[in-house]
C-alpha cells in the first residue's frame, strides 16, 4: 500500500511538473518572437525577413520582430540564437551561407548546423544577378567579359565574401579566364554606393540590393544565375544560356535550435507556409528576383545536405577563405 501510495504521489508530481510546459505550448505565442537575420538592413535577407513577417505575425496573433545581426556570415546570430531558451520565441532566418558554406569556412563555430538548429520552414529562394555601371559601355555578359580580358588586372568586382555570389563569381571567373579583382564589404549599403559610383563597377548582387539603382536606370542588369530567364526580368539572359550549368541561387529559411518543442514548430511552421504562399508576398518575391520555396521539411533538408557537399567541393577547388 506504501509503495503503491509513493507511486501515485510520483505520478501526480510528474503530470504537474508537465503541465505548464504542455500549456506553455498550447497558448504559443503569448508574446512577440524575435527573428534574427544574418545580414544588415538593405540586404536581401533583411529584405525578405521585412516582407514575410508581417503574414507571420498575421497568421501567429503575435508581432514578429527583426534583429539584424550581420556578423561573421550568421555564426554570431546563430551562436546567439543557442543562447536563448529554446521555447520558440527566438527563431533565425538562416541563409544557404551559414548552412552550406560556413562549415568550411569557419569550421571553429562552436556549433554544427545540422545538429544544433533545426528546420523550421523554407522561405524563398533569390538568384545572382551580375550588375554593371552604365560607364562601362557594356550590353551583354560576352562585352563585359570582352572588356575584362582586354585589360587584365584593371577591373575590379563585388562579391560578398563565403555567399553564393562569391561561388557564381569564382565560377564565372574559372569560365572565362579573367584577371580581375574582387572586393567584398560587410555593408551592402557601402558595396551599392561603389558600384553607383564606378568605383567598383561590377557586381555579383542580390536583386533587392540594387533594385531601385538598376529601376533609375543607374545600373544595368547582365545576367541572372537561374536555369532558365526569370519573371518578371526575362530580358535578362540567364548565364545557363551561355554557359551551361553556370546556376547558383540562394536560400533563406526559418530555423530554430535543436530541443526546440516540435508543437511549437509545426505551428510556425505552418504560418511561414501560409505567408509565403499569400498572393502579396509572392508578387513582391517575384519584384526582387526571389520565389517562394513550397518544398516540405524532408525535401528541403535534402537539398541543404546536397548544397554543403556540392559547395564544399567548391571552396576546396577554387581555394577560398574568409577575409
Known amino acids: 500500500m506504501l509503495i503503491h501510495r509513493q507511486f501515485l504521489a510520483l505520478a501526480a508530481s510528474l503530470l504537474l511538473a508537465v503541465t505548464p510546459v504542455v500549456q506553455a505550448q498550447d497558448n504559443f505565442p ?44 550568421g555564426n554570431v546570430a546563430a551562436q546567439q540564437l543557442l543562447q536563448e531558451k529554446r521555447d520558440g520565441y527566438t527563431l533565425i532566418l538562416a541563409t544557404d551561407s551559414l548552412m552550406t558554406m560556413n562549415p568550411y569556412l569557419l569550421p571553429k563555430s562552436g556549433f554544427d548546423v545540422f545538429t544544433d538548429l533545426t528546420l523550421v520552414a523554407p522561405v524563398a529562394e533569390a538568384s545572382v544577378f551580375v550588375v554593371v555601371n552604365p560607364s562601362l559601355k557594356v550590353n551583354n555578359v560576352q562585352e563585359l567579359v570582352s572588356l575584362v580580358r582586354a585589360s587584365p588586372g584593371k577591373y575590379t568586382y563585388f562579391a560578398p565574401t563565403g555567399t553564393p555570389h562569391h561561388l557564381l563569381a569564382e565560377r564565372f571567373t574559372a569560365a572565362n579566364q579573367l584577371n580581375w579583382v574582387r572586393v567584398s564589404y560587410r555593408d551592402p549599403q557601402q558595396a551599392l554606393s561603389e558600384m553607383l559610383g564606378s568605383l567598383v563597377p561590377i557586381g555579383f548582387t542580390s536583386f533587392p540590393q540594387v533594385a531601385s539603382s538598376v529601376n533609375a536606370g543607374k545600373l544595368k542588369l547582365l545576367g541572372v544565375s537561374t536555369s532558365s530567364r526569370l519573371e518578371p526580368h526575362t530580358s ?74 556540392r559547395r564544399g567541393d567548391l571552396i576546396r577547388q577554387s581555394g577560398i577563405r574568409m577575409d
Do not use: C, H
Not at 45 to 50: F, K, N, Q, V
Not at 271 to 288: E, G, I, W
Open 30 to 73: 503569448d508574446r512577440p518572437i524575435r527573428l534574427f537575420v544574418t545580414f544588415g538592413p538593405g540586404s536581401g535577407p533583411d529584405t525578405l525577413a521585412r516582407t514575410i513577417a508581417p503574414r507571420i505575425s498575421e497568421a501567429l496573433g503575435q508581432n514578429v520582430v527583426i534583429e539584424n545581426r550581420p556578423a561573421a556570415n
Open 236 to 309: 535578362v539572359p540567364a548565364l545557363n544560356e551561355i554557359y551551361p550549368g553556370m546556376e547558383e541561387a540562394a536560400w533563406f529559411a526559418v530555423y530554430a535550435a535543436s530541443g526546440t518543442p516540435r508543437p511549437v514548430i509545426d505551428k510556425v511552421a505552418q504560418a511561414v507556409a501560409k505567408a509565403r504562399a499569400s498572393t502579396d508576398v509572392q508578387q513582391r518575391l517575384a519584384q526582387f528576383g526571389m520565389r517562394a520555396v513550397m518544398a516540405d521539411a524532408p525535401a528541403f533538408n535534402a537539398r541543404v545536405k546536397a548544397d554543403n557537399l
